[in-house]
């Protein structure tokens, strides 16, 4: 499948809770989100909000927000919030697999189905110890 160049460049709306003794947590979160690899741009849009351009083939929005969380920072969760972000967390990993872009860490599809055939006791295997097969 081919996507274009424009198709794997995300721009993202990343809110965050207002209850935070960081007054400032955009503004914060971009000064981090600016230096890591796959983010070509960050802009604050308030005190609580700021947009995230990305690259898809490099990193998704759910990594970068489980980095904001681990950092400290309170991402918004109010419904609509929770149901955006598990859209688009959703669209990036099914666009991510139709591209043949697999997770750092996982394991592709196709060789797990492959090594669970293998162990699998069926009937396309010959019981017979290899030199009985071979014995006439």
């Not at 967390?89 to 055939?117: C, D, K, M, S």
């Amino acid at each position: 499948m081919h996507a274009d160049t424009e198709d794997l460049y995300k721009h993202r709306t990343i809110q965050f809770c207002r209850l935070h003794e960081d007054p400032d947590q955009a503004g914060s979160a971009a000064a981090w989100l600016r230096g890591v690899a796959g983010i070509h741009g960050v802009q604050c849009l308030s005190s609580h909000a700021l947009i995230v351009v990305y690259d898809l083939r490099r990193i998704t929005l759910q990594r970068i927000e489980n980095a904001l969380s681990e950092l400290g920072y309170h991402l918004d969760n109010s419904l609509l919030c929770k149901l955006k972000r598990a859209l688009f967390h959703y669209a990036e990993e099914t666009q991510r697999e139709n591209l043949a872009i697999a997770q750092e860490g996982q394991i592709p599809r196709q060789e797990v189905f492959i090594n669970r055939y293998q162990h699998l006791t069926h009937g396309c295997r010959d019981p017979q110890p290899e030199y009985w097969r071979e014995y006439q």
